[in-house]
């Protein structure tokens, strides 16, 4: 009788010291399994402080910065004016270090340009240039643009000292390849530009390795008959020639303002797009759309077409 008492007291004994050490190794790996999830986790978090930490940090001299790139783009309020801002600007957005100067003809901003600046992202300065009253009543050509790209070009006085500019139009088509080989212009550097006139391009003809004259469907006497898209400029070449600007010239615009820029020899200026064998922009013209007709305020009231209005231009 004690002797089966005092099995059974062994037998629960041996039982409770199972239960113990299954209870202790399944504790032990909860804490193990606490432990790798925290020391997982601190290992992330201090990888993206670490790489936080390397972004803020400034250059090493082995790393490279392109020089700035200052694109300037005259606009004037028409129907077509943000869908073409919105075209050009997802263009920029592939250029790395590049501001985007906006500028337009008009006494004042518009709200719909700067959000639309905005919603694009490219890095920008909006400023307006009017043109002068006295070239507005002309029966003659325009001279439009004229006033925005000076406006630039001050801009540039007053706020670059090194870079590029280049004279972008809304309304033309770019690869962006040509931005990347602009941005080491030393002086002027010069491509060609299709579908202008009747002869297709706008070209610098090269002999032999070297400018020997241009091709292009109107020379007017013009002693660079280029295109306004087939040009860029250093800003440090510009800052030596503190009186260099666009004449209110129309035809001559960009004949006027290299002009500004001598002495300019033709060995200096530099053949871009495979020594101008290539097209990498192109004078293209949106159709012209009329002034969008009014909504029937009653029919379309407390419609989505309420807020569309804002971006519809008007007579």
Not at 29 to 47: D, E, N, P, Q
Not at 235 to 262: C, I, Q, T, W
Request: proline fraction near 7%; include cysteine; aromatic fraction near 10%.
């Amino acid at each position: 009788m004690n002797n089966t008492h005092t099995h059974n007291r062994n037998s629960n004994s041996n039982n409770n010291k199972m239960t113990g050490s299954l209870s202790n190794k399944m504790a032990l790996g909860k804490s193990i399994k606490m432990y790798l999830t925290i020391f997982v986790a601190t290992t992330c978090i201090y990888m993206v402080l670490y790489q936080y930490h390397l972004s803020r940090q400034p250059l090493t001299a082995n790393e490279v910065v392109k020089p700035p790139l200052y694109i300037i783009t005259p606009t004037y309020r028409r129907p077509e004016q943000l869908a073409e801002l919105t075209r050009l600007g997802y263009t920029l957005k592939h250029v790395l270090n590049l501001l985007w100067l906006v500028i337009e003809d008009a006494n004042k901003t518009n709200p719909l340009v700067a959000h639309t600046l905005d919603r694009i992202g490219v890095p920008y300065e909006y400023l307006v240039a009017p043109m002068p009253e006295q070239y507005k009543h002309t029966k003659k050509a325009k001279p439009r643009g004229v006033s925005n790209r000076n406006r630039g070009l001050d801009y540039l006085r007053a706020n670059a000292s090194e870079g590029v500019l280049y004279f972008a139009d809304d309304d033309n088509t770019y690869d962006v390849n040509i931005f990347e080989q602009m941005r080491y212009t030393k002086k002027v550097s010069m491509w060609p530009v299709g579908l202008v006139t009747k002869t297709g391009v706008s070209s610098p003809i090269i002999r032999e390795g070297k400018l020997d004259g241009y091709y292009d469907g109107w020379i007017g006497g013009r002693k660079y008959p280029v295109d306004m898209a087939g040009f860029a400029v250093s800003v440090k070449f510009l800052h030596e020639r503190p009186n260099a600007k666009m004449p209110f010239k129309p035809g001559y615009e960009e004949d006027g303002f290299l002009r500004s820029l001598a002495p300019l020899q033709n060995s200096e200026i530099e053949l871009l797009a495979d020594e101008c064998r290539d097209i990498l922009t192109w004078h293209t013209q949106t159709k012209k759309n009329p002034p969008a007709q009014p909504f029937n305020a009653t029919r379309y009231a407390n419609t989505n077409l309420a807020f569309i209005e804002k971006w519809l231009v008007r007579p």
